[in-house]
T-cell receptor, first 116, second 112 residues
Framework: SQTIHQWPATLVQPVGSPLSLECTVEGTSNPNLYWYRQAAGRGLQLLFYSVGIGQISSEVPQNLSASRPQDRQFILSSKKLLLSDSGFYLC???????????????FGPGTRLTVL | KQEVTQIPAALSVPEGENLVLNCSFTDSAIYNLQWFRQDPGKGLTSLLLIQSSQREQTSGRLNASLDKSSGRSTLYIAASQPGDSATYLCAVAFYNTDKLIFGTGTRLQVFP
């Protein structure tokens, strides 16, 4: 069965510090991977998605970047955090197109980021 | 602009009631629609997925319906229990894209 991991679970960082959040998926190959952010009082917003190693699409201009160095690893980064980067970050995966699936998305446990 | 709306925003009911949560979307060209559950401080748990060619899906006490022509989906919860208390999110993948557009959710509280 497939599982998705995120770490750290919680993080408190000062403004201007760097950020690295990691997401890994087990039990599947060539998944589509996604980063979402859920800010306080707001809905879930797609930040980045990836259909393969090194292939990243950005949905919203922002202070963050994403990378996919391995097939089942997705990393969210920032060089200098802003207060507005605070939120709950969720990673998700889905089977790639052409595999016969319904493209259902499955989410990880999330990382709670507080920028002070 | 493709948007997803959920009503009500919050709902509080006694245990045992049958519930209907509503989701509406602005573009009928959808690929699929997912219902999720989110417990406080936790990730999302996928409850049901309805593909665009389907009218409904059932899992246990949950039944989700889809009416593309009217841009609506409903999640029916039978015989609600306190353990059903959570936020329920509707998300739509519009045609030929893997991107999910989320509604803002319905926060459900079921009291004993």
């Amino acid at each position: 069965s497939q599982t998705i991991h995120q770490w750290p679970a919680t993080l408190v960082q000062p403004v201007g510090s760097p950020l690295s959040l990691e997401c890994t998926v087990e039990g599947t190959s060539n998944p589509n991977l996604y980063w979402y952010r859920q800010a306080a009082g707001r809905g879930l917003q797609l930040l980045f998605y990836s259909v393969g190693i090194g292939q990243i699409s950005s949905e919203v201009p922002q202070n963050l970047s994403a990378s996919r160095p391995q097939d089942r690893q997705f990393i969210l980064s920032s060089k200098k955090l802003l207060l507005s980067d605070s939120g709950f970050y969720l990673c998700a995966w889905s089977a790639p197109p052409g595999t016969g699936g319904a493209r259902e998305q499955f989410f990880g446990p999330g990382t709670r980021l507080t920028v002070l | 602009k493709q948007e997803v709306t959920q009503i009500p925003a919050a709902l509080s009911v006694p245990e045992g009631e049958n519930l209907v949560l509503n989701c509406s979307f602005t573009d009928s060209a959808i690929y699929n629609l997912q219902w999720f559950r989110q417990d406080p401080g936790k990730g999302l748990t996928s409850l049901l997925l309805i593909q665009s060619s389907q009218r409904e899906q059932t899992s246990g006490r949950l039944n989700a319906s889809l009416d593309k022509s009217s841009g609506r989906s409903t999640l029916y919860i039978a015989a609600s229990q306190p353990g059903d208390s959570a936020t329920y999110l509707c998300a739509v993948a519009f045609y030929n894209t893997d991107k999910l557009i989320f509604g803002t959710g319905t926060r459900l509280q079921v009291f004993p």
